[in-house]
């Protein structure tokens, strides 16, 4: 690495530090929501809306919901125009809460795991000042407990399934995602397995 790529990576480093990070809060209807609408369509990917409203500093989902007319594939989900304006139209009438942002998810493929981390095509995809949750859903014969990662995600096993939902929110400023970390006060009860 030349001297010049470590400078640079110092001034990046030091932009982000400078920048107050946007936080994401998943409400318990959210959470299940990801975790069934994932479930639900697995080794293939799922699709839905984030539902909630936006603060300074955080991001506040209360409802995730699957898209049920989605084309689903292993590796991609496509979304037809004519079904999200018809979707955006109600959902428009609803005026404490508005669309933050969309989720899916990443299955395995082949011999991979499914990852949390954007694809260069979901990068490609995301709006300025959304967020975005994605949910790697892996078959899992052992139990994990739900938990707080120290990258920001949270993990976990229910079912046959392990979930690590990572999210990213698009800050214009920067022309980039960003990860940002995720808050979630489960279920009581919720037990992993």
Request: glycine residues 8%; aromatic residues 12%.
């Amino acid at each position: 690495m030349s001297g010049h790529d470590s400078k640079s990576a110092r001034t990046q480093r030091e932009k982000v530090e400078k920048t107050r990070p946007m936080k994401a809060y998943l409400s318990e209807n959210a959470f299940m929501g990801l975790v069934v609408s994932s479930a639900e369509v697995f080794k293939k990917e799922s699709l839905g809306y984030l539902l909630g409203y936006r603060l300074s500093d955080r991001i506040v989902v209360e409802y995730a919901f699957g898209l049920q007319t989605a084309k689903r594939r292993r590796r991609g989900v496509m979304f037809h125009d004519r079904d999200q304006k018809r979707i955006e139209s109600i959902l428009a009438h609803f005026t404490k809460l508005q669309i933050v942002g969309d989720f899916h998810s990443h299955t395995p493929y082949g011999a991979k795991r499914g990852l949390s981390v954007p694809s260069r095509e979901d990068i490609g995809e995301m709006e300025k000042d959304k967020l975005y949750l994605i949910i790697a859903i892996n078959e899992s014969s052992r139990s994990h407990i739900w938990k707080e990662n120290k990258d920001g995600s949270i993990s976990g096993s229910m079912g046959n399934y392990f979930f690590k939902i990572s999210a990213y929110y698009y800050d214009e400023k920067r022309d980039m995602p960003w990860k940002t970390f995720i808050f979630c006060q489960f279920p009581p009860g919720l037990k992993s397995g």
